[in-house]
């Protein structure tokens, strides 16, 4: 027979419980200049939406629980400027789902992505021989990529059509060249081509996902290699921010060698009138403070692209986790535009060695990235404190 004593201890061991299942430790990152999104994973906490108090912040912080297809588990939160949270315990209660956060939904050309109600970008099953993010506006509204090829925009140059908007592509995959491949460039016998076989989606109030599967081919339709990759995308007020992680995984049957090269791999067109060679206020940098064109194939743990667009100074950094195959990744960024991330192309980019890589049979990589579309130079926006948070996320 249970005597109130015990009775009392259950209940005090249950309550116990349901508070340390109620609670995260949070990431161990310094107190950070800029608002930042921070991704980590939890255990046994049930997807939904949570919000907690810290002393020292003003304002409740709230953590989703769950990214959609991207994994139960994983949780995202936006830590405020000079929150000091590192290694924290935040103490959570579930809450109601809030209005705005970040929509993705499917209609026209493909899947519209909005963040507090206002158009971030469309994620474009195909364009050309690849999928595509097109079109891509900052937090001011400003277009931040090229639009050549797809739409024609005066003052734009007309070069590398291939180079659209922003992607994920390589120039030597098995001998195939999935970098310069567009039907514009002509219908040539090494041109492979990038086919969407599988898409789920997620919205959510802190983050939304896209998790898409795509099978890289030949001109044939032979496979070469798998990707599978997952987008988030964040809720801020005065940036836009998406990640991007790829797996690729090599058929059970074959091996995958990406060539050396420096055509490749992630990566994205600025507007003509943002890059340097228009001379309208272009600004390249990277994490170790090299400029311009100075900066073209040099290995950073992030690159940031700024310049002037309709009167404002905008600018893109691209940051490269931590975990990331061959972190820091060298950078394919140049005056007229280009700017991608490249680990492959390491005797073209000077280093005097080869970067070809053999991946085994049923073996796979990955590869991560952080975008972020900023008001500003990197010195506003802070990318340096930024990279700090995102090195110190979870996939």
Not at 178 to 183: E, L, M, Q, V
Request: proline content about 6%; glycine content about 12%.
């Amino acid at each position: 027979m249970l005597t109130f004593r015990k009775v009392l201890c259950l209940l005090v061991l249950a309550a116990g419980r349901l508070m340390a299942d109620d609670a995260v430790v949070l990431p161990k990152v310094e107190k950070l200049g800029v608002d930042s999104p921070i991704t980590f994973k939890v255990n046994g906490l049930k997807p939904g939406l949570y919000e907690g108090r810290l002393e020292g912040v003003d304002k409740p912080l709230t953590v989703q629980v769950g990214l959609g297809p991207a994994g139960a588990d994983l949780a995202a939160m936006i830590v405020p400027a000079d929150a000091e949270i590192s290694g924290k315990t935040l103490p959570l209660k579930a809450v109601a789902s809030k209005a705005g956060g970040v929509s993705i939904s499917e209609g026209g050309e493909g899947l519209q992505v909005d963040v507090a109600g206002k158009p971030f970008f469309t994620a474009l099953g195909q364009s050309g021989n690849k999928p595509i993010i097109y079109p891509i506006f900052g937090p001011g509204g400003q277009m931040m990529t090229r639009s050549f090829p797809i739409k024609d925009v005066a003052g734009e140059y007309r070069d590398h059509p291939h180079q659209r908007s922003m992607w994920m592509t390589f120039g030597k995959v098995n001998d195939l060249d999935f970098w310069a491949s567009d039907p514009i460039n002509g219908d040539k016998p090494h041109f492979g081509r990038i086919v969407p076989s599988d898409v789920k989606i997620e919205s959510g109030p802190v983050a939304g996902s896209i998790v898409s599967s795509k099978n890289w081919t030949d001109r044939e339709g032979k496979l070469v290699m798998e990707e599978k990759n997952t987008i988030v995308v964040y809720e801020l007020k005065d940036q836009r921010i998406l990640d991007a992680h790829f797996v690729f995984t090599a058929p059970a049957s074959a091996a995958v060698v990406f060539g050396d090269t420096k055509e490749g791999m992630f990566g994205l067109r600025v507007p003509s009138v943002l890059d340097t060679k228009a001379k309208k206020g272009g600004k390249i940098v990277n994490s170790n403070a090299i400029e311009d064109d100075a900066a073209w194939g040099k290995s950073a743990a992030w690159v940031d692209y700024s310049g002037m667009i309709e009167g404002q100074t905008v600018g893109v950094a691209i940051l490269n986790h931590p975990s990331s195959f061959r972190y820091p990744t060298h950078w394919h960024v140049r005056n007229y535009g280009l700017f991608a991330a490249n680990p492959f192309g390491l005797k073209d980019f000077g280093t005097g060695k080869s970067g070809e890589f053999k991946l085994e049979p049923g073996k796979s990589i990955e590869f991560s990235y952080r975008v972020i579309f900023h008001n500003g130079r990197h010195t506003d926006a802070k990318i340096a404190d930024a990279f700090k948070a995102y090195a110190a996320s979870g996939k």
